[in-house]
């Protein structure tokens, strides 16, 4: 099977240190902390900042929050795992999106720091992902976007999405919390489809 696995949320910790940076910077700016608890995501509407506050912020940072990201629990093994039972695998992230001075070079260098496998790696612009996968022949793809699973299976390609706090009321898509779950669903899939086949 061809594997494709976003980068932010789904490999790496990215809304968990992204909450961290901006809660210290919360703390110079005024202080006020959380206003929200459940806002449409941590750059909208989760502080009091405006939004040339938090677009300040965000972009004078990003590249360095990116670069400090680390993997989740068990990604790289279970990446592994799926390249040694004979599966390709497909990074395919939004990183070709303005907001980054080099992402093909930054993230194949954080890639290269974990040692996280790949057959090939995949820059897109915002929600552009459902004709690469499409393109690219993509049998299951795992994202954290409600926008881009929703792009995605509109072009015919199965779409885990990776369980956030922004996207847990969405149904829509069969959800995975873990990499031990990724596994399992994927290894399911791939005996269905040669049972199929057989027949």
């Known amino acids: 099977m ?78 592994d795992k799926l390249k040694d039972d004979g599966n390709e695998i497909y990074i395919i992230s939004s990183r070709d999106n303005g907001e980054y001075i080099n992402p093909e070079e930054m993230t194949r260098e954080w890639l290269n720091k974990y040692e996280i496998y790949y057959d090939k790696l995949i820059l897109t612009g915002k929600y552009e992902k459902g004709p690469v996968c499409k393109e690219n022949k993509i049998d299951i793809m795992i994202d954290d976007s409600i926008k881009n699973c929703e792009d995605i299976e509109a072009n015919g390609v199965k779409c885990f999405i990776m ?37």
């Open 2 to 79: 061809r594997i494709g696995i976003d980068i932010d949320n789904c490999i790496s910790n990215f809304d968990d240190v992204l909450l961290e940076e901006y809660l210290k910077h919360d703390k110079e700016l005024r202080n006020t902390g959380i206003i929200n608890e459940k806002p449409y995501y941590l750059t909208v509407g989760m502080f009091d900042w405006s939004k040339e506050e938090n677009d300040e912020f965000y972009y004078n940072n990003i590249q360095r929050i990116a670069m400090s990201l680390k993997p989740l629990k068990d990604s790289k093994e279970i990446i």
């Open 163 to 199: 369980n956030t706090r922004y996207n847990k009321q969405e149904t829509r898509f069969e959800r995975v919390k873990e990499w031990d779950e990724i596994y399992s669903k994927i290894s399911k899939l791939y005996k269905k489809d040669n049972k199929m086949c057989k027949i």
